[in-house]
């Protein structure tokens, strides 16, 4: 048992993932201990944590498991031994889909899969085209659950650069944001990573854990940043772990200083998007269908949203 008052102890674990699966878990395990001994209850490590390589390719899919496969086996038997929870990324294997999912899993001890997360946004950007080889995730409510008194959610990496997908969790109940991420290095990288997720702590009012891969190929600087976005623990190009404490104390203090998120006039809604044109798709990959039926129910409360607001303000 937690009180508020003590906190509950999380960690973020930077290392770089490899395309070695088994030695990749002996880091996970390693960092974990380590972790645990400095007192965390939770370990958030990277995206793409089973298994990397700089280049997505075929080996992607030959490396892809199922939730619940081995790999999700391994973090469950790690997480029932050392009595913490753990967050992790991994390659999904789909059914009926070439290609993978980057997902998400948050293991529970004594219960194993409690929540899962597949990336929204994918990486098609600063010359990337992360679609070629990864299926972006379905929009649905999002997955939460419980931890040392506090509710936690998930989002990836490039979803930091979209605020509504941090909003939907934060309006799921979450207290604290677990960002698995694999932050590529480049010109203003590295400021853009730490200015996107103390924004997502700042505006929402909650914690997040953002664990990023090491260098070369990560940009590092794996954080916890706090409800007031203050960054309460920091790695810095090592391969390390940071140990942070989050209360919901802390977050009830600084909103009655900051009440944004009772302030707010807008929620979030879906976006309507066409299929993209043929030159746009990914390569050997499908469009993202279209969601014209969401949207004209959208559209539909909408329209009676903001003729209540005129109504109102009138």
């Known amino acids: 048992m937690h009180s508020d008052t003590a906190g509950f102890a999380i960690a973020v674990a930077q290392f770089a993932p490899s395309d070695d699966t088994e030695a990749n878990l002996a880091e996970i395990t390693r960092l974990t201990e380590l972790a645990t001994t400095r007192g965390a209850r939770l370990v958030v490590f990277p995206e793409y944590s089973s298994y990397f390589t700089p280049q997505p390719g075929a080996d992607w899919a030959a490396a892809a498991q199922p939730v619940g496969g081995p790999f999700t086996e391994s973090l469950a038997a790690l997480a029932d031994r050392v009595g913490a929870h753990l967050v992790a990324g991994m390659i999904e294997r789909l059914e009926g889909e070439s290609r993978v999912a980057n997902t998400v899993v948050a293991i529970a001890p ?22 070629e080889w990864v299926a972006p995730g379905e929009i649905a409510s999002p997955e939460v659950f419980e931890a040392g008194g506090l509710t936690f959610g998930l989002q990836t990496c490039y979803d930091a650069r979209f605020p509504e997908v941090t909003r939907r969790i934060v309006d799921a109940g979450a207290d604290v944001v677990c960002m698995p991420a694999e932050w590529v290095r480049g010109p203003l990288k590295e400021a853009h990573w730490r200015v996107l997720t103390t924004a997502r702590a700042l505006e929402n009012t909650i914690f997040v854990a953002a664990a990023d891969h090491a260098p070369p190929v990560g940009a590092g600087n794996s954080m916890v940043v706090d409800p007031m976005g203050v960054e309460v623990a920091t790695i810095g190009e090592t391969t390390d772990v940071a140990v942070a404490w989050v209360s919901r104390e802390r977050i009830e203090a600084v909103r009655r200083i900051n009440p944004a998120l009772a302030l707010r006039r807008f929620g979030v809604t879906e976006r309507v998007r066409d299929d993209p044109p043929a030159e746009q798709r990914p390569a050997g990959g499908s469009a993202q269908p279209s969601r014209r ?9 909408g329209s009676r949203l903001q003729n209540a607001n005129r109504t109102r303000l009138r």
Not at 111 to 129: I, P
Not at 293 to 301: L, V
């Open 110 to 131: 004594g219960t194993g899969v409690v929540a899962r997360y597949r990336k929204l946004h994918l990486y098609d950007a600063f010359g990337q085209r992360e679609s």
């Open 293 to 301: 039926s969401r949207a004209d129910a959208s559209s539909s409360t």
